[in-house]
């Protein structure tokens, strides 16, 4: 069959042109920016009203970029509402650009997942899924598998060797699904991906990125292949992942919220950005060729912290990519994308200190020459994500203070009346209740938005379990993630003034699955947050009680921190609501098949090729087993053993692996020759001549004899 | 020890000592065919003999190793040369073991070809080509692209941060003076806006 050749107008890009694109991004943010400024210039009329003091200047600043963060965030709900709503013959569906494409793809693409320190099985169940899913579209030739291991733990390097060779046994899927060990993990994520790039990236036209926790459908996969072998000049396209498998509460909540909020939020983040979207660092099909002459990241000036090697990579890439005339796109209307979420809340924010980092790193690039404007908002979006939490504190505490002294001073409550009150004849108390109602109406606008439009749609009610279970879920989201805001402010003003510090982080992998956080943890990590709960609490007493009644959710948060910490990060409350349809989300109640896929996979588990065996587990295993140390020689280069080596494999026999270091063992497993030899001598050797590891492993094979045992 | 054909009669008494040592040399052997995942017991158990049977045989001349190291050095000696047989490649001893090892594994012997183990041509032409076409890659052929970093091109503000963050780092004194500089300028704000 002849591949169809992309004609002009499929080489024209979907969106709208120049003009429309300035109008659109000058109507979002125009409106934003008023909607603060007249916040601003209310609140200052009531400090006016209030006999207005030095320190009002400083509180005003802070109120206008917290209050910008909010306007700015909230309409991105309204404009994705009205998106939804009037929008729907000018919204770009990716999906139709790839409608009524039946032939076969004329490109290769590369489907590559980044792992670090993963349960290997579970990482495998998702390739399988996605392998399944893609080979029932029938268009399986187009696409090979990449499992890119920056693994440091040795035991678990095995493990990762043993399932992907069961794995590709079981699908018959040699030559289609690759595994490959960096034997250094040299600029973490952003350097295996390269490496890949580096080696193989010639051989596809583009790359689908995917996170350990990544799963996507096979049919949508094709979708966004057929579109960018349509458009050439897209150069990212990047989905909405939605959150799955959600155990804890913790994890529902983040999940129902991302599933019943995000829709809004995407739209209008697509409304303004368009084709200078951004790259979210997975499940996002990457075009090779460009991505390869634009995105070797630079080194940021100075030492890290905030210099040196880039830790947020995704938002750099995508605006290096744009800068180049490249086009990023944010494919919205992609149902089949799906990752996970940290279980608990002290998973969330160990991840939030590695992310901080990283988008705070960006300050630099804030100042990069020819940065499209969308790209430099992207950038100044993560920075504030990030620094909004201090800004916030240090705005509670400056209000404190003016309360403070405010009952202290001596000063008189009677207010002067200023402009607004002239202009509308209310009075001062009126006019903060407008103000709060204003504030609390922007806040709240995206939750009663979606709400209110998932009640409203028949479809979209149903998938989320009906009317009860939607607006309890909603409700319930919106109480617990008021107790968590507080703690989270200042979880992050600590990770911040880490970092300004000069703290840098380490490469952590993510723990996403637990039994929840012990109370112990739970007391360390949240002690702080705490003891500044009761004695702000205290103070606020002390300044009057309506102040302290005011900031009541915010010391509520603090003081009850640590039983909400752990109490969301408790799986069996969260399967509890899960049997109530509570904080359900439609992918839950109702899974697609590439998620049906994944949780029935098990082609990575298999007894005749297995390095979990109690007594021969990883390691041992390699040495130990015939098969696993076979498969594992096998992916090793052919080298020479020299003596000294000898002498190391000779001591691993003799002490065993745990009395050796973990760069001695990693030189070990890396030599083939070193592995065989070990391999024979734990066979052949008397077994007082070598570690008990080692017999106990061979002993364990030992089936008829412990048969034949009364 | 015997071959199955050779009468008990002619077999040499074994005192205890050697009977544990032949024990353990059993179990060895058979151990390592277990952990083959060789699961037909008649089929382990006749090739445990053979295996022995060789090994008692060198005995004879080679007095001071123990049985077992015997035993093993049969058993994996003759695993090499039979996958030598079937593979047909000139690899060297110790990979081409490893290649074998792997190559039962993928054509799925512990499954469909236990018969066939260590059993002389000619073996079934499936289990042979299957045996040879079994490999593992880490990746397709090479067909990289260059990742070259460009530098970052800073604007005028962007460029006077550098080198004054540069310079910082460079110069402890310079950033400790700095940071001093900062401190007492908050602080100096700080007590202007709320002494008011």
New interface residues.
Partial sequence: MDTPQPTPRDARRPFFGRFRRFMRRLVFFSSALTVNLAACLWMGDLFWRMNF???H??LLAVFFVLNGLLVLGSFHALFGAFDILCGRRRAVRITRLADAQTFPLAKRFAIVMPVYNEDCVRVCARIEAIYLSIQATGQLAAF?F?ILSDTRDLNLWVLEETAW?NLC?RLDA??RI????RKSNANRKAGNI?DF???????YEGMLVLDADSLMDGADILKMARVMERYPRLGILQTPPRLIHGASVFTRLQQFAMRLYGPLFLRGLNYWQLDGGSYWGHNALIR??PF?E??????????EP??GRILSHDFVEAALMVRAGWEVWLAWDIEGTYEEAPPTLIDHLKRDRRWCQGNLQHL???????LPFAARVQLFMGIMAYLACPIWFLFLLQST?LAW?RRFSGLSNLTIPGHVGKWFHIDAVTQSLILAVVILGLLFLPKILAVGGAIFVPKVRRSFGGVVPLVSGALLETVVSMLLAPCVMVAHTMIVTSIVLGRSVGWGSQNRETDGTAWPDAIRFHALPTVLGFVWAAVAIRINFAFAAWMSPILLGLMLSIPVSVWTSRARYGRAMAAHKILSTPEELNPPAVIRLASAATAAVDP??SATHPGRQGIVAAV????V???H???LE?AQMSEPELDLAERCLSEGPHAMNDSDLAELLYL??AM??MH?SV????ADTIHTIWTQA??S?????EGATP | MGLPHHPLETLNPLNEAELNEWEEAYAAVEAYFQALRLRNRLLVAELVRRVLWRASSRKVNEPDKPARVLAMEETLAEISAWTQDVLAEPLENSRLAARGRLALLLTGMPDQWQSVFLTPPPWPAAFVAAMRSSYLAAGPNFAGLPMVAKPLELNAFGNSAAQWWDTMDRRPIVRMMFVSFLVVLVSAILWFIFRD
Avoid: M
């Avoid at chain 1, 580096?198 to 051989?203: D, I, K, L, P, T």
């Avoid at chain 1, 094979?701 to 004899?705: A, G, H, K, W």
């Fill in positions: 003091q030095r320190a200047v400083l090979d990449f060779t046994r040699f030559g690759y595994y490959r060990r390269a790039v580096r080696c193989w990236g010639g051989a090779l060729q390869s634009c995105c070797e990241l630079p080194a940021l000036p100075g030492r905030f210099g630099w690039l804030i100042f990069a020459r020819k203070w002294d005749a090729l130990v087993d015939p098969y140390n076979g498969v020689v096998s992916l052919p083939a020759p065989l030899h024979r066979w052949l050797r008397p061979v002993e094979y030992r089936r008829r004899l």
